[in-house]
DNA sequence: TTTTATATTGTAAACGTTTGCATATTCATA
DNA sequence: TATGAATATGCAAACGTTTACAATATAAAA
């Protein structure tokens, strides 16, 4: 299968004529040991071209210097600013930096990264998103105390472990406000599967924003796509067939905006001018069907998160005393592009 | 810093009454043991919460089941393809499949994971592209022998290695003669960054086409990029401001066939009407900034690659015997979009 | 019932490191 | 030169598994 070069500690404390522990002194620059004899050393490991066994250290030594990174299709566009975080804070620390990716709703490859990870591999992860709160991985998580982790945007309330969230809700007003403070009052919602939390929590904004500001929420103005995004386009539909449609409307997110700004597109809306579109996530990369204005959103911030998360466990790791969970809530913040205007109705 | 479980085979087989081989047996299912005894380990395996130690494992077994693949800019859009064929293929293997990724051209970064991964941490890696042929890299990939590896779209030609390539040349050549089958002849060259392998197969691509053809390469029609694709937008510039522009532009990718239509588009020019842009990758996600047509593209079977790497990987992992080393060529294919027409010019 | 073959279990070595402790070497001091 | 302190090195146990091999229990055959 493969011709195992197999060079070991001992090869090279063989060829060096010392033990075993010099080498390792050498290996990991415990300075303790005499120029001459660690140049001899060094020689040796460059003539065998030893490496140290990852196992080994690992096995004695009892962590990895790894952390883990699981979340769930990584190829999504979604991922971009978040992934750019982590990999701009992988750069920066000790730690290798390992991505596992979970494709779709797949629960049997889910739970297979879960324990492959927290089991030796990794001493740390962080899991993104609330894909995760399956029971099965829950209670796992509950049981595991050897490994660090860091859950982002899920917050699952008996789990006591570093937890960095989005204020969903504070944002989904932000908008709301936003549009209002454009003049609109006829503001509908189009509303991601409303089974996941962070869509939940984002109509709950939005009916919060609504009421506060003396506004009816008109049971036909809430939409909620199925799990797909692409339904977008059908609630947007739907809201243009009413005798009085909104003028404005505020997405649970970029993807689905994309899809509502294109049925107003087909059905010749202008955008803004006849229909201002809100989404969230200001995710900068959109399919390439996309023809519409560049989309005003609500931003959260993904790369400080990205970096946080791996600069957080790495404190944590490195840090002798045992450290009290942190809870961080990321604050949003509007994102003015094209796909807002003013509101032209009387 | 963590409290440790720390329950080991020998915790368990204390529990259960048996020997740690026993423990071991049951938790490999290697029957060769009784249902109750089974069922006792079962239990305490249950009631201890007990799961092998990987790093125990891997230095007893010399191998880890997991495959590594490291890429520079995993964040980058052009990746979506592959990764997705990553997750598809390690949704169907054994093996655990973790991304590394290097940022920009970080080399300290790129040799961490090099040496971390190909030392005993994960069986097999796969490599992607051309920002890996660094001296230093090369040398030590020559030496590792303990790991399988598949290098993608990079072909070092004295590295004897699993290598799954792109026809660059091949599909450079496409290119062209679907534009002069539109009836195109002066057909102008936007080149990346001409170092890189890969670009400079697409412009040889170009130049054997057009003689081919018997059509003149002219030297202003040939535009090269500073490393930067956002100066595809300067090259289309330059070529506009000859006297007699190319009807049709070919580029080195649609990252910067996308600031090429920008330039035109800034400038009054209609694509296709006025002028023809092709790129390569068939990149299905562009910046936001985009307005243009969807572009013409030569795409790359990306999924497959990704697809194979993994599957090829596991397949070479489970077989007993030495196995030489694949070579694949993969094709390319024109995909019609709208940013290509037929030619106007007398 | 005894013998033999077979199925099940246990013992202990090995995997390749690190590291506490013991020993050996060096060096400065008296 | 002898002494002690400081420095450098080696020995061997430990990390948590797997797995040949040995030992035992069980079943089948005589």
Redesign the interface.
Known sequence: ??????VSILDVAREANVSSATVSRVVNNINKVKPEVRQKVLDAIDAL?Y?????????VK?K?N?I?IIVN???D?F???L??G???S??QTKY??????V?GG?VA?KE??V??LT???VDAVILYGSYLSDESVINYLK??????YVMIEDDVPFLACNKLLIDNLGGARQAVKYLIGKGHRDIAHICGNPNKKVTKERLDGYVDAMEKAGLEVKEQYVQCTSTDYRSGYACMNALLDLEQPPTAVFCSDDAIASFAIRAALDRGFRIPEDISVMGFDN???????Y?GP?ITSVSQPLYNIGMDSVRILSE??N????MEPVRITYQTEIVEKESVGVCRRE
């Open positions: 299968m493969k011709s195992q070069k197999g071209g490496s140290p066994n990852h196992a080994a250290r690992a096995l009892q990895t790894c883990g299709n990584l190829h566009p991922f971009h600013d992934i750019k982590f990999e701009m992988a750069q290798a930096v390992m991505f596992c990716s494709l797949d490859s297979k990264y324990k492959y089991n030796g591999v049981e595991i105390r050897n490994v660090d995710q900068t990369i959109l399919p390439d069907h023809r560049e944590r790791l840090s002798s005393e045992e």
